[in-house]
């Protein structure tokens, strides 16, 4: 399994932006996608999917972002809304928990290379 992010770019404050998590290989075998964001080497959980339709968000952006699929495209999406620049960070999602749950888990086994978001303010 493999994953590739896309959609990150600059906006101003207030803006949107949506990121997408694509998967290639066995998708069949995906039963989490995890997105965090990365600010140097402190890593932060923003929300995750499980296999069973469960979706958990982060406090700091309930409300304001929103997981998606299309089981079709083999794609997850992170719908961002009324950002900050608090926001600012690389993005990513992940698959495969090694350690924890499927939300803010230790380790994962696959990451995809991260995609850059900017918030001007």
């Known amino acids: 399994v493999q994953l590739q992010e896309s959609g990150g770019g600059s906006v101003e404050a207030g803006g949107s932006l949506t990121l997408s998590c694509t998967i290639s290989g066995d998708s069949d075998s995906v039963d989490c996608i995890a997105w965090s964001r990365h600010y140097g080497k402190r890593r932060e959980a923003v929300g995750s999917l499980?296999?069973?339709?469960?979706?958990t968000y982060a406090d700091s952006v309930k409300g304001r972002f929103t997981i998606s699929q299309d089981s079709a495209k083999k794609t997850v999406y992170l719908q961002m809304n009324n950002l900050t620049p608090e926001d600012t960070a690389i993005y990513s999602c992940g698959t495969g928990v090694v350690l924890g749950r499927c939300f803010g888990g230790y380790e994962y086994r696959t990451w995809g290379q991260g995609t850059q978001v900017t918030v001007s303010s």
């Open positions: 499980e296999s069973t339709g469960k979706i």
